[in-house]
């Protein structure tokens, strides 16, 4: 599948079903939650992805606000575009999270959710991060740790085998719970650290149904694996599920952080 950052039109698509489930939309409530922006801020909405973000997020700060969404991929900007035209307060631009097209100290708070594990270079995103927010702005930049991923499977090996090549997919498949030094060194202070939890235990439409393909299409690709033992892996899942024995877990760690005045 090459850079998991990188997406054509049909996997834009397929990221934006993950997007809409409850899931999805609960890990955005709780992240504009910690973020609190206030009518008339200015917002950084970084790897913004399909535009729920912005747009969302466009609502809070209201007319008086502006959000800036960036995302490094045309085809997740076009559907961006498409949700966030009838708000005047959102732009959106291409750009990566360790080259932001922002000036500096520009903006009054920023969210940054499943982007800096995908980066090569974490150290060089938050100092970014540093240098667009204003003293005293404050940003909640979320990432997983995929040993949190708890998934009950028929063939347990199996499912450890494909869980072990999908680290792969990221540079960084552990960076939730290693990001605070991080942050830190790059001259942000941590206010907050919570988890923030996904369970599922069906597979209608939900974030672990939209996962699962996600992956699967994934391990077809993948040297160590392949078709074969990409759809065996599924096919588990799909008959664990027809039983109504589906069971998945999976942990996000969003640190809530602000740049010293």
Not at 142 to 148: G, K
Not at 164 to 177: I, K, V, Y
């Amino acid at each position: 599948m090459g850079d998991t950052l990188d997406y054509d039109e049909a996997e834009a698509r397929q990221e934006e079903a993950i997007y809409r489930t409850p899931a999805a939309a609960a890990r955005r409530e709780r992240v504009r939650d910690l973020l609190a922006p206030e009518p008339g801020d200015t917002v950084l909405s970084v790897g913004c992805g399909p535009g729920f973000e912005p747009a969302e997020i466009g609502w809070a700060v209201g007319n008086e606000g502006h959000v800036h969404g960036i995302d490094r991929s045309e085809p997740m900007l076009e559907l961006a575009r498409e949700r966030c035209a009838p708000l005047p307060q959102v732009t959106l631009s291409q750009g990566d999270a360790d080259g932001l097209p922002v000036a500096d100290e520009s903006v009054d708070g920023a969210v940054a959710v499943q982007v800096f594990e995908y980066l090569e270079t974490v150290a060089s995103a938050v100092s970014e991060l540093n240098r667009v927010l204003q003293p005293g702005g404050s940003a909640v930049v979320c990432d997983a740790d995929f040993a949190s991923l708890v998934w009950r499977s028929p063939d347990p090996e199996r499912m450890a085998h494909v869980l072990d090549a999908f680290d792969d997919h990221c540079p960084h498949p552990r960076l939730g719970s290693r990001l605070a030094p991080v942050l830190r060194e790059g001259g942000l202070a941590v206010n907050q650290v919570e988890p923030n939890a996904i369970v599922n235990t069906s597979l209608d439409d939900t974030f672990a149904a939209h996962l699962m393909a996600f992956i699967e299409d994934y391990a077809a690709e993948h040297e160590v694996l392949g078709p074969t033992a990409a759809q065996a892996w599924a096919d588990d899942l799909r008959e664990q599920a027809a039983h109504g024995e589906t069971f998945f877990s999976f942990t996000q760690y969003c640190y809530l952080v602000h740049k010293p005045a």
